[in-house]
């Protein structure tokens, strides 16, 4: 492991809890690789607390840190500027602090679409109507990048129906509100909640509607095999888990922070898959 120097370069990850994050794994592979005087550090802080602590890190000398759940929509309203990509989303996943200010950016949708290209060869988001579950900081990213793409129809489905709602108008575009998923006719069908991690409640869906040209993936990513992968699975159909979301996500913020390119490659994925349980049993 390179030792740190004075000159080191920090960052972290900011949740509540945070202790599920693969984050500091992910970018201590990268680090150790790369051979970068830097540090990745998992940071846990309570909603109540979190500008605070974000103007702190900036005024330590952090170079910025990524932000998890439950933060991703406070980041935006901390930040002195965002660019587009937390603009459309409204959430910001990704802070960088340079010459005195914050600057937000969400890399989720980023991500999410890298993550399905390389699972899912020759993907198009024109290809049919997408289903998405959830309305908070990643389903923003998702349901935005999604349409920039070229979706034809999305659907939002979640708890709250006026957070849907909400969601939809600030979205525009061919969006509309369900209170179940559409699954007939469904192309993509993603869970952008955090039902099926590991701690949370079960997603309790039954995908025996979706049409088996469906494409199901699941952001959770601890476990790797969530019920809902492992039904889509049972059934045929094509699953994505969240790890590559993840590992694709982190690449703009790790060049940010520390100055070098990365990329996302099969060691790279078996090492941070190595910290994962493999299914919630």
């Known amino acids: ?3 740190l120097t004075g000159k080191a370069r920090l960052a972290g990850v900011l949740g509540w809890p945070v202790a599920h994050s693969r984050s500091p794994r992910l970018h201590g592979y990268w680090l150790e690789r790369l051979g970068v005087d830097g540090a990745y550090v998992p940071l846990p802080v309570r909603p109540e607390r979190f500008a605070t602590v974000v103007r702190g890190l900036a005024d330590a000398g952090f170079r910025g840190a990524n932000v998890t759940i439950p933060h991703k929509e406070a980041a935006f309203a901390v930040c002195d500027v965002v660019d587009r990509t937390a603009e459309r989303a409204g959430a910001v996943n990704t802070l960088v602090f340079r010459d005195g200010r914050i600057e937000g950016s969400n890399t989720d949708g980023f991500g999410f679409l890298e993550s399905l290209r390389e699972a899912v060869p020759g993907w198009r988001a024109e290809a049919g109507t997408a289903v998405l579950l959830g309305a908070g900081g990643g389903a923003r990213a998702i349901a935005a990048a ?3 793409a070229g979706c034809p129809r999305l659907v939002l489905v979640n708890r709250s129906g006026a957070r849907a709602e909400a969601l939809a108008r600030t979205l525009g575009g061919p969006v509309e509100v369900a ?8 192309a993509l069908l993603v869970n952008a909640t955090s039902l099926g991690m590991q701690g949370q409640p079960e997603l309790v869906l039954d995908v025996a509607p979706l049409p088996a040209g469906a494409v199901v993936a699941d952001i959770v990513y601890v476990p790797l095999e969530t019920r809902l992968f492992a039904a889509a699975r049972a059934r045929g159909l094509t699953a994505v888990d969240g790890l590559g979301m993840l590992l694709h996500q982190a690449r703009p913020g790790f060049e940010a922070w520390f100055g070098v390119s990365t990329r996302v490659d099969a060691a790279l994925r078996d090492f941070v898959a190595a910290d994962i349980p493999r299914s919630a049993g």
């Open 1 to 3: 492991m390179p030792i």
């Open 146 to 148: 999604l349409l920039d």
């Open 179 to 186: 209170a179940t998923p559409p699954l007939e006719g469904c």
